[in-house]
């Protein structure tokens, strides 16, 4: 029998330096070199096709008195045997010489299916995410779409941007690329059809409860109502028996207001640059709804309790007061409607500020809704942070509570905090 890969070069060696690497053996050493790298055990291989003077190769590496023919099925343990009688080797290490590191295909899909399940459950249990549970729907969604550019590392690095911004929105009534260089450093990171651009505005539509964008105006309105590129001089918040002291004009005329008895609107760009304003650190009162202010300035007049109105969601005026309230260490105390978007709102103002529940426990739902006439519609239910328990009574009774509807109980509370000259009592 011939043995043309013997003269493949002097004293049989190849160019690459192991004496087996000729090309009649490269299918056999490919072919074992590929099933040795699934990870799973390995008995026989098939290899091929095999041409005359491979097979005439293959023959006389294993001492066979035939060809095997051209898709020969080959035992690993002979292989193993005819290497180390030859040259000292097993299989493995021959292919691992010639053809490369034997890989392990079933531990890295272990090892992919480990690195996502990590990854989703990073993006699930995230600071951000459980403080609101409205983007569990977000959440979902971005694990339906899959990997980024099929890569763990990239997809957990643009959510991780897109967490990022979320946390820092509302914004402060800023146009998106100064917006974006505040929070990510670079100012396109955010611009229309950006990846990372899309994955927060679907978190948006699901905080609020829309539908996601599909028209540039839509975007761009969805931005807004996140407080970017806010009108600051339309971007208000209703307040009522607030008194800051200071020279500025901001606290002389919300302070005069007060006094009157009249609800003061402040404009984002007052809070912006107010002067000089400092607030008591006693305890603020913030509704959802307007209603809850006006009954509160008909029963106590002049001696109307500190109240901040959120009118709905939060913009970033409401926001911006919010946080100067708090830094003057004023106790903030949230109330709003028994509903689903009461609960979506409620999470967001706690998620966003210091703010503590304000009668908004399953308890207080269940008195109320005892004692009330039934009212319209929960829609759609998320969790509440502060109390599972009233995301599960809502979705029992599937009606709702609006702050209307227990508005003695609030005007009761806040008449237990009445104003004095200076500002109203702890």
Same mark, same amino acid.
């Given at each position: 029998?011939?043995?043309p890969?013997a003269?493949?070069? /002097?004293?049989?060696h190849?160019?690459?330096?192991?004496?087996l690497?000729?090309?009649?053996?490269?299918?056999?050493?490919?072919?074992?070199?590929?099933?040795?790298?699934?990870?799973?055990?390995?008995?026989?291989?098939?290899?091929?096709?095999?041409?005359?003077?491979?097979?005439?190769? %293959?023959?006389?590496?294993?001492?066979?008195d035939?060809?095997?023919?051209?898709?020969?099925?080959?035992?690993? *343990?002979?292989?193993?045997?005819?290497?180390?009688?030859?040259?000292? &080797?097993?299989?493995?290490s021959?292919?691992?010489?010639?053809?490369?590191?034997?890989?392990?295909?079933?531990?890295?899909?272990?090892?992919?299916?480990?690195?996502?399940?990590?990854?989703?459950?990073?993006?699930?249990?995230? #600071?951000?995410?459980? +403080?609101?549970?409205?983007?569990?729907?977000?959440?979902?969604?971005?694990r339906?779409?899959?990997? $980024?550019?099929?890569?763990?590392?990239?997809?957990?690095?643009?959510?991780?941007?897109?967490?990022?911004?979320?946390? +820092?929105?509302?914004?402060?009534? &800023?146009?998106?690329p100064?917006?974006?260089? !505040?929070?990510?450093?670079?100012?396109?990171?955010?611009?229309?059809? *950006?990846?990372?651009?899309?994955?927060?505005?679907?978190?948006?539509?699901?905080?609020?409860?829309?539908?996601?964008?599909?028209?540039?105006? &839509?975007?761009?309105?969805?931005?807004?109502r +996140?407080?970017?590129?806010?009108?600051?001089?339309? $971007?208000? %918040?209703?307040?009522?028996?607030?008194?800051?002291?200071?020279?500025?004009?901001?606290?002389?005329?919300?302070?005069?207001?007060?006094?009157?008895?009249?609800?003061t609107?402040?404009?984002?760009?007052?809070?912006r640059t107010p002067?000089?304003?400092?607030f /008591?650190?006693? %305890?603020?009162?913030? *509704?959802?709804?307007?209603?809850? /202010?006006?009954?509160?300035?008909?029963?106590?007049?002049?001696?109307? @309790?500190?109240l %901040?109105c959120?009118?709905?969601?939060?913009?970033?005026?409401?926001?911006?007061?919010?946080?100067?309230?708090?830094?003057a260490?004023?106790?903030?105390?949230h109330?709003?409607?028994?509903?689903?978007?009461?609960?979506?709102?409620?999470?967001?103002?706690?998620?966003k500020?210091?703010? $503590? #529940?304000w009668?908004?426990?399953?308890?207080?739902?269940? $008195?109320?809704?005892?004692?009330?006439d039934?009212?319209? #519609?929960?829609?759609?239910? *998320?969790?509440? @942070?502060?109390?599972?328990?009233?995301?599960?009574?809502l979705?029992?009774? !599937?009606?709702?509570?609006?702050?209307?509807h227990?508005?003695?109980?609030?005007?009761?509370?806040?008449?237990?905090?009445?104003?004095?000259?200076?500002?109203?009592?702890?």
């Amino acid at each position: 029998m011939r043995h043309p890969e013997a003269e493949h070069s /002097p004293a049989g060696h190849s160019a690459a330096g192991h004496p087996l690497d000729r090309p009649g053996l490269a299918p056999l050493w490919r072919a074992f070199h590929d099933r040795l790298s699934t990870g799973q055990p390995v008995a026989r291989v098939r290899v091929g096709p095999l041409d005359e003077a491979a097979q005439n190769a %293959v023959a006389d590496l294993l001492g066979l008195d035939r060809l095997p023919g051209p898709r020969p099925t080959l035992s690993l *343990t002979r292989l193993d045997q005819a290497l180390r009688d030859s040259c000292g &080797e097993d299989t493995r290490s021959v292919v691992t010489a010639i053809v490369g590191p034997v890989g392990d295909r079933a531990a890295a899909r272990a090892t992919d299916r480990a690195d996502r399940a990590a990854l989703w459950e990073w993006l699930a249990t995230h #600071p951000v995410v459980l +403080a609101q549970p409205a983007l569990d729907a977000w959440v979902a969604q971005v694990r339906r779409a899959g990997l $980024t550019g099929g890569s763990v590392a990239t997809t957990r690095s643009t959510l991780a941007d897109a967490l990022r911004t979320l946390s +820092a929105l509302p914004a402060r009534g &800023e146009p998106l690329p100064v917006f974006a260089t !505040r929070i990510l450093n670079d100012s396109h990171a955010l611009d229309d059809g *950006t990846r990372l651009s899309g994955l927060v505005l679907r978190a948006l539509a699901a905080l609020y409860d829309t539908a996601a964008p599909e028209s540039a105006s &839509e975007r761009r309105a969805l931005w807004a109502r +996140a407080g970017i590129a806010d009108d600051a001089l339309s $971007t208000t %918040v209703l307040t009522a028996g607030l008194r800051p002291t200071g020279d500025g004009p901001v606290a002389h005329a919300v302070t005069a207001y007060s006094r009157a008895g009249h609800a003061t609107h402040l404009t984002l760009a007052q809070l912006r640059t107010p002067g000089e304003l400092r607030f /008591p650190p006693t %305890v603020v009162h913030i *509704t959802e709804n307007p209603s809850i /202010p006006a009954l509160a300035l008909q029963r106590f007049g002049p001696a109307c @309790p500190p109240l %901040v109105c959120t009118s709905g969601w939060p913009n970033s005026a409401v926001l911006l007061l919010l946080r100067h309230l708090a830094e003057a260490g004023a106790p903030l105390r949230h109330h709003g409607d028994f509903d689903g978007e009461g609960l979506r709102i409620a999470a967001h103002v706690l998620a966003k500020t210091p703010a $503590t #529940p304000w009668r908004m426990s399953a308890s207080d739902y269940l $008195t109320a809704r005892a004692r009330t006439d039934p009212g319209p #519609p929960v829609g759609r239910i *998320t969790e509440a @942070p502060w109390d599972p328990a009233l995301s599960e009574a809502l979705l029992t009774h !599937r009606t709702a509570v609006l702050e209307e509807h227990v508005a003695e109980d609030l005007l009761a509370d806040l008449s237990r905090h009445p104003a004095t000259r200076n500002g109203p009592t702890a």
